[in-house]
């Protein structure tokens, strides 16, 4: 009898309460939501600028002309070109006789007429007094001049950038400038007249140059 009465009181106490219930329960409910809502809202999350900033730049772009041009250059390349071979000079000793002074453009060689040590850039032919000296080589006269040291001199002008020197002529001279002459043809005399080399018998002094650079002689017959 003691649990029914048990039982009448709280469904009595269900049926006047449970507006109440039903209402606790609902706002329960929406503070457990609101509860998890806020929590996930301090997840934090990459903003959109962010992403944009650590981007990997954009590389620039080539136009199409301007990189098929940079190709023909790298491919294409110079054009080539024949080589040439240096045309070799037909040459003759100058006089036949024997050498009395050497070349000595990189030395000091002692000078008898003026008594000192001094350059010798060419060499010293022995020869008769007005005996003929001839072209070493085809060439051009260049230049007929009386040097204040070697004299009466005659320059031939060669090819390869050579030329050739005949000094202490007489001053008789046979040829003239922009005359064209052959390999042992006649272009003057030996004379006295190269004041730094009296103390010598009668000679040729005979040099040749390269571009306006003493060459030994001996190298170029």
């Not at 022995?126 to 001199?153: F, H, N, W």
Request: a negative charge; proline letters at 6%; one cysteine or more.
């Amino acid at each position: 009898m003691q649990n029914n009465d048990k039982s009448k009181g709280f469904r009595s106490f269900v049926k006047e309460k449970g507006y109440y219930i039903v209402l606790l329960l609902c706002a329960a409910a929406v503070g457990v939501s609101g509860y998890f809502l806020l929590t996930a809202d301090r997840t934090p999350s990459t903003p959109i600028e962010a992403v944009e900033t650590e981007a990997a730049p954009t590389a620039p772009t080539v136009n199409a002309p301007t990189q098929r041009a940079a190709n023909a250059v790298a491919t294409q390349g110079a054009e080539p070109t024949e080589p040439t071979s240096p045309v070799r000079l037909a040459t003759v000793r100058p006089t036949g006789g024997e050498t009395v002074n050497s070349f000595a453009a990189d030395h000091l060689a002692y000078n008898e007429t003026t008594r000192d040590w001094r350059t010798h850039e060419g060499v010293d032919f022995r020869c008769d007094l007005g005996q003929s000296v001839t072209a070493a080589a085809d060439g051009t006269v260049y230049t007929i001049y009386e040097d204040q040291s070697y004299g009466m001199t005659v320059v031939l002008q060669h090819a390869n950038g050579y030329t050739t020197h005949y000094a202490n002529l007489s001053e008789d001279v046979p040829v003239t400038v922009g005359q064209k002459v052959r390999a042992g043809e006649v272009i003057g005399t030996v004379g006295n007249t190269a004041c730094v080399e009296t103390a010598l018998e009668p000679h040729l002094h005979f040099a040749v140059y390269k571009n306006n650079s003493p060459v030994d002689p001996e190298e170029f017959f």
